[in-house]
């Protein structure tokens, strides 16, 4: 079974710190996905990485960036955090090889007080 | 930007009765969809696909149903159970081969 795990299941942290949420894949995915879930919004696509050292920016990657250094590996980072970046962030897996479907991790539930 | 709907925010049903959970999808030339399950505090779960060169297709205890016309999705629970308590929500993959995914709706089963 694909798992996706998150560093995090919850996270409290002051405006304008900087936050780092990990994720890590286990099946050798090629393509890797950050979301925000929030209430009556859906999944909304921040960031995704297709391969190793490559990013791409999603629908609303304002306020956030990533990393990609690894393969397994695929971290959000917040600069600055800030209230509004309040949410449940949602990291994702696909193998990239004529395959659609994403594999979630269990979700890192982030506050910004 | 293209969306994917659904018609209920919250469905309630008595344990044992069948669910149906719509979907409406805006890209009409999306070729694949997927319902996942999402249990409270937990990533979302894959449930069943379909490709859009058919119409229904069946798992266990699951249906999805694909009407292209009217650009509509449906996943049909059997003989819902307590367990199946959860938040369903549809994607669909358009040609940009990116998925998006429909705002979700609550279903909660009565005992």
């Known amino acids: 079974d694909v798992k996706v795990t998150q560093s995090s299941r919850y996270l409290v942290k002051r405006t304008g710190e900087k936050v780092f949420l990990e994720c890590v894949q286990d099946?050798?995915?090629?393509?890797m996905f950050w979301y925000r879930q929030d209430p009556g919004l859906g999944l909304r696509l921040i960031y995704f990485?297709?391969?190793?050292?490559?990013?791409e920016k999603g629908d609303i990657p304002e306020g956030y960036s990533v990393s990609r250094e690894k393969k397994e590996r695929f971290s959000l980072i917040l600069e600055s955090a800030s209230t509004n970046q309040t949410s449940m962030y949602l990291c994702?897996?696909?193998?990239?090889?004529?395959?659609?479907?994403?594999?979630f991790g269990p979700g890192t539930r982030l506050t910004v007080t | 930007g293209e969306s994917v709907g659904l018609h209920l925010p919250t469905l309630s049903v008595q344990e044992g009765d069948n669910s149906i959970i719509n979907c409406a999808y805006s890209?009409?030339?999306?070729?694949?969809f997927i319902w996942y399950k999402q249990e409270s505090g937990k990533g979302p779960q894959f449930i069943i696909d379909?490709?859009?060169?058919?119409d229904k297709r069946q798992g266990q205890r699951v249906t999805v149903l694909l009407n292209k016309t009217v650009k509509h999705l449906s996943l049909q629970i059997a003989a819902t159970q307590p367990g199946d308590s959860a938040v369903y929500f549809c994607?669909?993959?358009?040609?940009?081969?990116?998925?998006?995914f429909g705002g979700g709706t609550r279903l909660m089963v009565k005992p």
């Open positions: 994702a897996s696909r193998s990239g090889q004529s395959s659609y479907e994403q594999y």
């Open positions: 099946m050798d995915h090629e393509n």
């Open positions: 990485s297709y391969d190793v050292k490559m990013k």
């Open positions: 890209n009409s030339a999306s070729d694949y």
């Open positions: 379909i490709r859009s060169n058919m």
């Open positions: 994607a669909e993959n358009p040609p940009s081969n990116m998925l998006t």
